[in-house]
């Protein structure tokens, strides 16, 4: 099956840096690729949809500038928490949709906790 | 934003019993998915579907959808402890831009 991978799985950083977290897919291209946050004990809630070439388009109340993403290639996504602070520690997942196929069924990444202290 | 709801939001049950989720969803959808989440994970794909669909079978799992109720339903029988993890339903709304809202999860433990 598809697999998507995340990096770092896990970072812990100070309050006011900025942290990248990328997100793959290892064997398909996927022209769109999914952000989620997600609390502890909490549903997933989406915050951008990232497009290939293109603007990601941004989930209402999701700062853009804050949530910096990048789908420089068809593999490739990455997401920028930029300034970050400890109201950003968030389990941050990211998934993405197969064009090949003819579903919905989005392949998820094994998540990034972000801890910022 | 969350448009499902899903109850219980916590179930616990002996291995071998069957467990089973329901979902609602408030809007007009093109399919309904499963998914599961074990803990601190991501996610992993279940089941779809379609809005045309009434009932789905995979392996251990059944899935129902009442599109006049809005609603649909995971059974898992025979359960295992190894089905432990968190269960969302996530649904792509008619005419949208295929993007999955995620209902709220129910919290599954299969005791030994």
């Known amino acids: 099956g598809a697999v998507v991978s995340q990096h770092p799985s896990w970072v812990i950083c100070k309050s006011g840096t900025s942290v990248k977290i990328e997100c793959r897919s290892l064997d398909f291209q996927a022209t769109t690729m999914f952000w989620y946050r997600q609390f502890p004990k909490q549903s997933l809630m989406l915050m951008a949809t990232?497009?290939?070439?293109?603007?990601?388009?941004?989930e209402q109340g999701v700062e853009k500038d804050k949530f910096l993403i990048n789908h420089a290639s068809l593999t490739l996504s990455t997401l920028t928490v930029t300034s970050a602070h400890p109201e950003d520690s968030s389990f941050y997942i990211c998934s993405a949709r197969d064009p090949t196929t003819s579903t919905d069924t989005q392949y998820f990444g094994p998540g990034t906790r972000l801890t910022v202290l | 934003s969350q448009q499902g709801e899903e109850d219980p939001q916590a179930l616990s049950i002996q291995e071998g019993e069957n467990a089973t989720m329901n979902c609602s969803y408030k809007t007009s959808i093109n399919n309904l998915q499963w998914y599961r989440q074990n803990s601190g994970r991501g996610l992993v794909h279940l089941i779809l579907?379609?809005?045309?669909?009434r009932e789905k079978h995979s392996g251990r799992l059944r899935v129902t959808l009442d599109t006049s109720k809005k609603s649909s339903s995971l059974l898992i029988t025979a359960s295992r402890a190894a089905d432990t993890a968190s269960y969302f339903c996530?649904?792509?709304?008619?005419?949208?831009?295929?993007?999955?809202?995620f209902g709220s999860g129910t919290q599954l433990t299969v005791l030994p």
């Open positions: 996530a649904t792509v709304f008619s005419g949208s831009a295929r993007q999955l809202t």
């Open positions: 579907i379609r809005s045309n669909e």
């Open positions: 990232s497009n290939e070439g293109s603007k990601a388009t941004y």
